[in-house]
């Protein structure tokens, strides 16, 4: 297994700033994924984060919304920029090995409220 | 459009019984599942999985089926303990070569046990 720790667990903020979401796997991983849980409704992929070159979006989401770092195996950060009301939800990161039949851990999210 | 679905948002039973939960899916192209339990302020855990070439994994006192003409999977849980209360999802792959699993979750059920 894989044990997934995300920075900040929540955070409240206002109209029109940024917030930097940090998640950090305990050991080296292949795959990285960033998901959005908005209030009522399932997980939604928002992209997958790709080591050493640019994400991949999901239908949806774009880079300047929510770009993505992910400087080596372990890490990884999400940007939700220019925030918004609609913004609001859980975001989680998860992680797997790559391999075929390989499960997906999730971190325990973080929990955004913008004003 | 909601390619796997969990019809029920909420599920009451008995402590000793036994819980079903359900999830439809309407990709054809799907051929893993996965069931993951989530507490609150936690991520999602995963619990069991299978694949489309079976119809039935055990892992204890969880049971996954799989009913791949009717797009249908169910999980059983068997006796229910009051640590099983939690949001459950199910979610659904197409397993790409190296891979490369995307996620596609229900938006959940809500399962209580009652002592």
């Known amino acids: 297994s894989a044990v997934i720790s995300q920075k900040p667990s929540r955070d409240i903020c206002q109209r029109g700033t940024s917030l930097t979401i940090q998640c950090q796997v305990d050991s080296q991983v292949t795959m990285m994924f960033w998901y959005r849980q908005q209030p009522g409704q399932s997980l939604t992929l928002i992209a997958t984060?790709?080591?050493?070159?640019?994400?991949?979006?999901e239908s949806g989401f774009v880079i300047d919304k929510f770009p993505i770092s992910r400087p080596n195996l372990t890490f990884s950060t999400l940007t939700v920029s220019n925030m918004s009301p609609e913004d609001s939800s859980i975001y989680l990161c998860?992680?797997?090995?790559?391999?075929?039949?390989?499960?997906?851990?999730f971190g325990p999210g973080t929990r955004l409220t913008v004003l | 459009d909601q390619q796997v679905k969990q019809n029920s948002p909420s599920l009451s039973v008995q402590e000793g019984r036994i819980s079903i939960l359900n999830c439809d899916y309407t990709?054809?192209?799907?051929?893993?599942f996965l069931w993951y339990k989530k507490y609150p302020a936690e991520g999602p855990t995963f619990l069991i999985s299978i694949s489309s070439i079976k119809d039935k994994n055990e892992d204890g006192r969880f049971t996954v089926f799989l009913n791949k003409s009717a797009k249908h999977l169910s999980l059983h849980i068997v006796p229910s303990q009051p640590g099983d209360s939690a949001v459950y999802f199910c979610a659904a792959s197409v397993l790409l070569g190296g891979g490369n699993e995307k996620l596609t979750f229900g938006t959940g059920t809500r399962l209580t046990i009652i002592p």
């Open positions: 984060a790709n080591q050493g070159s640019e994400a991949t979006y």
């Open positions: 990709n054809s192209m799907f051929d893993y």
């Open positions: 998860s992680a797997s090995r790559g391999e075929i039949t390989d499960t997906q851990y």
